[in-house]
């Protein structure tokens, strides 16, 4: 027997998914972002559910060497480009596209003797301040492209919202504003559009949009209801009940003893713990599911167990499922009580956690 601590990934939801950011985006392409071994979800799996997609972004080339050795032919697109020049002649033996965001990349270029030419994205800070070329410099940028031999004349253009998902605000205007000016001076491909950017922002879609949360079915707004969508879950996170025990009023429950029951209580016992990648700082109160029925937190997380008050599902016992998020409780609810994000659960589950793939039906 194993822990029964499980991560079930519905494929047919992740290409669900897909077929919104189609919709909402007609006259794009797709890049499909499965970076972080797929948001956590398993890259190659991903990649082949996403077949559909019309290019993969991920952050380096070890993951794009997973995929292309996993037998994954989709174009594939480094966000961060190469780390050093030694990558180089490897993204072209691969033709695996780069992005070019600092000078010293194109040093390297300029310094590397390459039997042919790199495809190329150029990436401007448009208002993230995180990667990207001043905009100011964008014509002395692109004549300098335009004299080195090593980089494909179909250069493509990109930036990055820094707050799309937060619509109202004017940053992601500013931005828009200031990348259409660029836009209308290349000649190359452009891409913008996260998915904030894509199920918001018509005017940012251009030629790529660049989906990745909303594939994996959470939503990519702050509050979550501004722009409803019909994104399917993806994972289920499941675990079961190893204990069921009874706690009288005035005892205290777990670690440092800070929760004390205010009645006599009945207590379960889930095999889940921040050693599975549950968020440790998961107050008491924190929402999940027994048997289907919503239950909650009591207690501190501990490494490889939770507790919780089974007032809401009296008659369960050992063996009996409980849902951390999936189909019964958002993903995104349990960020929102953990002070997190749903990028950051996703991406925290650890290895001794099984992930299992089905394809079930969604409508």
Same mark, same amino acid.
């Given at each position: 027997?194993?822990?029964?601590?499980?991560?079930?990934?519905?494929?047919?939801?992740?290409?669900?998914? #897909?077929?919104?950011?189609?919709? =909402?985006?007609? $006259?794009?392409?797709?890049? %499909?972002? /499965? @970076?972080? !071994?797929?948001?956590? &979800?398993?890259?190659?799996?991903?990649?082949?559910?996403?077949?559909?997609?019309?290019?993969?972004?991920?952050?380096?080339?070890?993951?794009?060497?997973?995929?292309?050795?996993?037998?994954?032919?989709?174009?594939?697109?480094?966000?961060?480009?190469?780390?050093?020049?030694?990558?180089?002649?490897?993204?072209?033996?691969?033709?695996?596209?780069?992005?070019?965001?600092?000078?010293?990349? #194109?040093?390297?270029?300029?310094? =590397?003797?390459? $039997?042919?030419?790199?495809? %190329?994205? /150029? @990436?401007? !800070?448009?208002?993230? &301040?995180?990667?990207?070329?001043?905009?100011?410099d964008y014509d002395q940028l692109i004549q300098a492209i335009d004299k080195m031999p090593s980089i494909s004349?179909?250069?493509?253009?990109?930036?990055?919202?820094?707050?799309?998902?937060?619509?109202?605000?004017?940053?992601?205007?500013?931005?828009?504003?200031?990348?259409?000016?660029l836009a209308i001076k290349h000649s190359g491909k452009k891409s913008l559009a996260n998915s904030a950017g894509?199920?918001?922002?018509? $005017?940012?879609?251009?030629?790529?949009?660049?989906?990745?949360?909303?594939?994996?079915?959470?939503?990519?707004?702050?509050?979550?209801?501004?722009?409803?969508?019909?994104?399917?879950?993806?994972?289920?996170?499941?675990?079961?009940?190893?204990?069921?025990?009874?706690?009288?009023?005035?005892?205290?429950?777990?670690?440092?003893?800070?929760?004390?029951?205010?009645?006599?209580?009945?207590?379960?016992?889930?095999?889940?713990?921040?050693?599975?990648?549950?968020?440790?700082?998961?107050?008491?109160?924190?929402?999940?599911?027994? $048997?289907?029925?919503?239950?909650?937190?009591?207690?501190?997380?501990?490494?490889?167990?939770?507790?919780?008050?089974?007032?809401?599902?009296?008659?369960?016992?050992?063996?009996?499922?409980?849902?951390?998020?999936?189909?019964?409780?958002?993903?995104?609810?349990?960020?929102?009580?953990?002070?997190?994000?749903?990028?950051?659960?996703?991406?925290?589950?650890?290895?001794?956690?099984?992930?299992?793939?089905?394809?079930?039906?969604?409508?």
């Open positions: 027997m194993t822990r029964p601590v499980r991560a079930t990934i519905n494929t047919a939801a992740l290409a669900y998914n #897909l077929s919104i950011a189609k919709v =909402a985006a007609p $006259n794009s392409k797709i890049m %499909a972002v /499965i @970076k972080a !071994d797929g948001y956590g &979800h398993g890259i190659v799996e991903v990649a082949k559910a996403l077949a559909d997609a019309d290019a993969f972004a991920v952050a380096s080339l070890d993951e794009a060497l997973t995929l292309i050795d996993s037998g994954i032919q989709t174009p594939l697109v480094l966000l961060e480009g190469i780390f050093d020049a030694s990558e180089l002649q490897l993204a072209i033996d691969h033709n695996i596209e780069i992005t070019l965001h600092d000078h010293s990349q #194109l040093h390297w270029i300029q310094q =590397a003797n390459l $039997n042919a030419s790199l495809s %190329a994205w /150029i @990436k401007f !800070d448009t208002g993230m &301040h995180r990667l990207g070329f001043d905009p100011a004349s179909a250069l493509g253009l990109m930036s990055h919202f820094a707050c799309a998902d937060e619509p109202e605000r004017i940053e992601s205007k500013q931005q828009s504003d200031i990348f259409e000016s894509l199920l918001s922002r018509d $005017n940012a879609h251009y030629d790529w949009v660049r989906p990745g949360i909303m594939l994996y079915g959470s939503s990519p707004f702050a509050y979550r209801d501004a722009y409803p969508t019909e994104l399917k879950p993806v994972m289920s996170l499941t675990t079961q009940l190893i204990a069921v025990r009874q706690v009288k009023k005035g005892e205290a429950i777990g670690y440092g003893g800070n929760c004390v029951c205010e009645k006599d209580t009945t207590v379960g016992v889930a095999a889940i713990g921040y050693g599975d990648g549950y968020p440790r700082h998961a107050p008491t109160g924190m929402p999940v599911y027994v $048997n289907a029925k919503r239950c909650y937190l009591v207690g501190r997380v501990s490494m490889d167990m939770i507790t919780i008050d089974l007032a809401h599902s009296p008659h369960a016992q050992v063996g009996d499922e409980v849902e951390l998020w999936g189909e019964c409780l958002s993903v995104n609810e349990v960020a929102d009580f953990a002070g997190t994000i749903s990028y950051e659960l996703f991406c925290n589950i650890t290895p001794r956690v099984k992930r299992y793939y089905q394809s079930k039906g969604v409508s």
